[in-house]
C-alpha cells in the first residue's frame, strides 16, 4: 500500500445543512438588510414611522438613514405607510404627483 493512499485527504467542503442546529439566513427567510423586513404582527402607522431601515455611513463617508415606511398623507386626509420596497412604485407615484399642479402639468423648481 502507498503511504499517500493511506492518508487522508481533509478538504474543505459544505457541512450538510440537515446537520447544522440553526437554520441559515436563507431559510429563515431573512433579507440582506433586515429593516427591509415587514412585521408580522399588524403595526400602527406611527410604530411604522419609528422604523428605520438604513442607518448607517455610505461608501463617501455620508450617513444615510432610511425610513422604513413612508408616511403620505394624500389631499383627501387619508395616511398610509407605504413600505420603502414593496410600496416603491406608490412612492413613486406620491413624488410625481407632489411635482404636478392642479392643471396636471409638471412643475420645476
Do not use: C
Not at 11 to 22: F, I, L
Not at 38 to 52: F, L, M, N, P, T
Not at 58 to 73: A, K, Q
Amino acid at each position: 500500500m502507498n503511504k499517500q493512499q493511506a492518508k487522508p485527504i481533509d478538504q474543505p467542503v459544505s457541512e450538510d445543512r440537515h446537520a447544522r442546529s440553526e437554520p441559515t439566513a436563507k431559510e429563515k427567510n431573512l433579507v440582506a438588510n433586515p429593516g427591509d423586513r415587514i412585521a408580522d404582527e399588524s403595526q400602527s402607522i406611527e410604530e411604522k414611522a419609528k422604523q428605520v431601515a438604513v442607518d448607517s455611513p455610505d461608501i463617501t463617508g455620508d450617513w444615510i438613514r432610511v425610513p422604513t415606511y413612508f408616511i403620505v398623507e394624500y389631499p383627501d386626509g387619508e395616511r398610509k405607510a407605504l413600505h420603502h420596497v414593496r410600496d416603491a412604485e406608490a412612492i413613486s407615484d406620491v413624488v410625481r404627483m407632489a411635482r404636478m399642479d392642479e392643471k396636471g402639468n409638471r412643475v420645476w423648481w
